[in-house]
Nanobody, 126 residues
Framework: QLQASGGGLVQPGGSLRLSCAAS????????IGWFRQAPGKEREWVSC????????DYTDSVKGRFTISRDDAENTVYLQMDSLKPEDTAVYYC?????????????????????WGQGTQVTVSS
């Protein structure tokens, strides 16, 4: 199971750090992705962390503002979100890859993820 937390209400330009904690399995061998879904919009891939390649990837709209990281000891993945904008408002979800130690980089497609957290609301508004 995955538990996402850390969302809230923040003013434009502010920061939040989302957490994705795993129980019942280790994240050590899996890519982790963050997705978001705004009201009336489709789910959007935001970022992912490749375990095999030790690389991270971001959608263009968050590059330079969001940072994904891991704490293996805590079995947790984080999404640090800085310089937040109103258009970042959404429910954010974390997810674990279906495939162990995927080759080629972490996936962007939601169908390639097997386990999903329950979502945490991020609202950016003045």
């Amino acid at each position: 199971q995955l538990q996402a937390s850390g969302g809230g209400l923040v003013q434009p330009g502010g920061s939040l750090r989302l957490s994705c904690a795993a129980s019942k399995f280790t994240l050590d061998y899996y890519d982790i992705g963050w997705f978001r879904q705004a009201p009336g919009k489709e789910r959007e891939w935001v970022s992912c962390s490749s375990r095999r390649h030790s690389r991270t990837d971001y959608t263009d709209s968050v590059k330079g503002r969001f940072t994904i990281s891991r704490d293996d000891a805590e079995n947790t993945v984080y999404l640090q979100m800085d310089s937040l904008k109103p258009e970042d408002t959404a429910v954010y979800y974390c997810a674990r890859d279906r495939q162990r130690l995927r080759v080629g980089g972490c996936p962007r497609g939601g169908a390639l993820y097997a386990y999903w957290g329950q979502g945490t609301q991020v609202t950016v508004s003045s």
